[in-house]
T-cell receptor
């Protein structure tokens, strides 16, 4: 079955370091991948989108990559801050317009 | 303010009692969808709609119905709720100009079926 997989273990890092989150997909060919941030009890908030023909996308301290050979996207937050602590979701949409989400990775940034 | 609204935000009901969760967006979006979120399973798409009167099943449509009679509204109907439908539900919409790219999510509806 089609799957988007993210590391279920929380990522715990020191403030100021770069956080790197991984998203892998199987049995699936997403036309693009999206990354969202979700805080407890709230709806996800869109951060970045990267298309299959793009290698890398940046927005302020955020960077996302898309490797169709490895079937993987990496999401980076540079100079991380405690306010970046949240759960980050990866999602993919294929040509049928069905959106599949990963289960998310929780990021904890220590002061 | 551009937003997606859902009502009710919290609902406790009993098995078999029909209920409707409303979703409305004020951004003139064509694409709307419903998700449920369960611990360890992430967000799973229930139904989606690419336009008025056009709906399609997502990954977990069993036990749910939707309708899209107006562009702004996309209600989720549970004809006979069961305890396994206890979950956190999100409605989302996206911009027609961006081919359903960025999803705007509502605040969520926490449903408990006893």
């Amino acid at each position: 079955s089609q799957k988007i997989e993210q590391n279920s273990e929380a990522l715990n890092i020191q403030e100021g370091k770069t956080a790197t989150l991984t998203c892998n997909y199987t049995n699936y060919s997403p036309a693009y991948l999206q990354w969202y941030r979700q805080d407890p009890g709230r709806g996800p908030v869109f951060l970045l989108l990267i298309r299959e023909n793009e290698k890398e996308k940046r927005k302020e301290r955020l960077k996302v990559t898309f490797d169709t050979t490895l079937k993987q996207s990496l999401f980076h937050i540079t100079a991380s801050q405690p306010a970046d602590s949240a759960t980050y979701l990866c999602a993919g949409m294929d040509s049928s317009y069905k959106l599949i989400f990963g289960s998310g990775t929780r990021l904890l940034v220590r002061p | 303010e551009a937003q997606v609204t859902q009502n009710p935000r919290y609902l406790i009901t009993v098995t078999g009692k029909k209920l409707t969760v409303t979703c409305s967006q004020n951004m003139n979006h064509e694409y709307m969808s419903w998700y449920r979120q369960d611990p360890g399973l992430g967000l799973r798409q229930i139904y989606y709609s690419m336009n008025v009167e056009v709906t399609d099943k997502g990954d977990v449509p069993e036990g749910y119905k939707v309708s899209r009679k107006e562009k702004r509204n996309f209600p989720l109907i549970l004809e006979s709720p069961s305890p396994n439908q206890t979950s956190l539900y999100f409605c989302a919409s996206s911009s027609p100009g961006l081919a359903r790219d960025e999803q705007f999510f509502g605040p969520g509806t926490r449903l408990t079926v006893l």
